[in-house]
């Protein structure tokens, strides 16, 4: 009987737990959602803090415990995105080229811009036209180029530049992606974003091999 009371007390423990966590990630998402949301309507600079966590009826305190900096609310999704590339590269064929399945893995975050194009362009005029998010974007895809750097590796013969390649590899295809994904922005979302992702992939892959 104690055994058994004991592991219900154990399993209600890990459902609140649980609950607890869930509650969280909804408030997270809620923050990053109701600030991007002033920060594309007002501009970043003029959305205040207050503006951010009044309409939710949460105390700064509380952001600043989900959030180091006004910077990291845009940039929340960044870490459920690198999950999801991670998860998309490690299931891209083994035999395929090494380039080619980072940019299959990149152009697999299109879905993004095809479920809410006029979302996907906010955020990224938002970025680009914000010296503070700059900076932070760079460090922010710097971790997808160091995660996924360690997944295409374990696909690479095993070579002391292995781990260099790999790297290398993923930044080319990053870099890549960044310029398509500035043009199509540039176009103001007129221009076809596969197109421009395609030519600037391209340019990478006409560079002669040594």
């Given at each position: ?116 194009r006029k979302w996907a362009l906010a955020m990224t005029r938002l970025a680009k036209a ?81």
């Open positions: 009987m104690k055994r058994d009371e004991d592991a219900a007390h154990t399993q209600q423990g890990e459902v609140k737990e649980g609950l607890r966590e869930k509650r969280k990630r909804q408030l997270k998402s809620e923050l990053s959602r109701q600030a991007i949301q002033l920060f594309t309507q007002k501009g970043f600079e003029e959305t205040t803090i207050d503006d951010i966590v009044d309409p939710l009826a949460v105390s700064k305190r509380t952001l600043f415990r989900y959030f180091a900096t006004k910077e990291d609310l845009v940039f929340a999704w960044y870490e459920e995105l690198t999950d999801e590339l991670v998860r998309a590269l490690e299931a891209r064929p083994k035999a395929e080229a090494p380039f080619e399945s980072v940019c299959e893995t990149l152009l697999s975050l299109l879905h993004y811009y095809d479920e809410n914000t010296p503070a998010l700059v900076g932070k974007s760079f460090e922010k895809r710097s971790i997808w180029e160091r995660e996924l750097a360690k997944v295409l590796a374990k696909r690479l013969p095993d070579a002391p530049s292995r781990d260099l390649t790999a790297r290398v590899t993923v930044a080319a295809a990053l870099v890549a992606f960044t310029c398509g994904i500035d043009e199509w922005t540039d176009s103001r979302g007129k221009a076809d974003v596969r197109a421009c992702l395609d030519r600037a992939f391209s340019i990478v892959r006409s560079f002669p091999s040594t």
